[in-house]
């Protein structure tokens, strides 16, 4: 699946609900079946600054394709995290950095959120972008 069909899934999902408690109620479900993030991997070097909660993402490649794994302190913010992850990982470097996140915009995200949420929101798409770089250039 392409990243921009990725997209479309979760836009699609996200329309069939019109009220945004329910919205936030599907983000902390997204964030309670995100994958546990190891222990090992709560570290300095994977924590998102700019986020008000504590947000870790872990990077890891293989046969180029970056695969993400991340965890939170809160849940709304782990089910964001949550799906940024399903959208952009497993997708090759240069498809991540090429990629328009519309789906943010599409699903009313970024204008439901607390500045400070939206400013981790735009933390933790920094860092991913940060993580395809690193490996485009690698």
Known sequence: MTINEAQDEVIEEFNDFTDWMDK????IDLGSELDALDEQHKNDSNLIDGCQSRVW????????R???T??????????????LIQVLSGHKAK??????????????????????RSNGLLAMVKRIKA???????A
Request: aromatic share 12%; net charge negative.
């Open 95 to 116: 498809e991540i950095l090429d990629a328009d996140l519309y789906f943010i915009d599409r699903i009313g995200l970024r204008e439901h959120l607390s500045p400070t």
């Open 57 to 64: 993402i872990q990077c890891d490649v293989k046969e180029g």
């Open 70 to 83: 991340a965890d939170s302190d809160a849940l709304i913010v782990k089910g964001i995290i949550a799906l």
């Open 131 to 137: 993580y395809a770089l690193v490996y485009a250039n």
């Open 24 to 27: 936030y109620q599907m983000l």
């Open 66 to 68: 970056l695969f993400f």
